[in-house]
């Protein structure tokens, strides 16, 4: 029989193991979404001359999708990571107000005060920065092609 001391540790050693897990699936989406951010740009470059239905240009239809996909990539970034907060602070730390060591609350203060110094740029910082530029970028190349294509349809008859 389990102290209640060793049922609280291996309630905390599978919850951290989970949340291991719970974090590589954020690396294996992210990196779905950088591929496809990827794909769009060399598609967007390389097909935008491409017509479809006889008036859409493959920049423009490319151009959205990129936009559509940096949305959802930044928030697909902020749900994992207000999931992994929780799991962190909310569980995890609350379990190790048990233990007389708390390596997750030491490891999210420290990071903390890396990140108040400005000593830390985190990974999903990084991939939040792509994603807003990958809009930035979509969206001014659809511009550039509405524009002409709006233009052309309402004055051009």
Not at 84 to 94: C, D, F, G, P
């Amino acid at each position: 029989m389990l102290t209640k001391e060793e049922f609280i540790l291996e309630q905390y050693k599978l919850y951290a193991d989970q949340k291991e897990k719970f974090i590589s699936r954020n690396f294996s989406t992210n990196r779905f979404y950088l591929i496809s951010f990827v794909v769009l740009v060399i598609l967007t470059i390389y097909a935008g001359g491409i017509i479809f239905v006889k008036l859409i240009p493959g920049s423009l239809l490319f151009s959205a999708v990129g936009a559509l996909v940096c949305v959802l990539w930044w928030m697909n970034i902020d749900s994992y990571n207000l999931l992994i907060k929780i799991k962190y602070q909310n569980v995890l730390e609350e379990m190790e107000k048990a233990f007389s060591i708390k390596p997750f609350t030491i490891e999210r203060e420290a990071l903390a005060e890396y990140k108040k110094n400005k000593k830390a740029f985190l990974f999903s910082d990084m991939q939040k920065t792509l994603a807003i530029l990958g809009l930035i970028f979509f969206f001014a190349l659809f511009v550039c092609d509405a524009v002409p294509l709006v233009y052309k349809l309402c004055f051009m008859r």
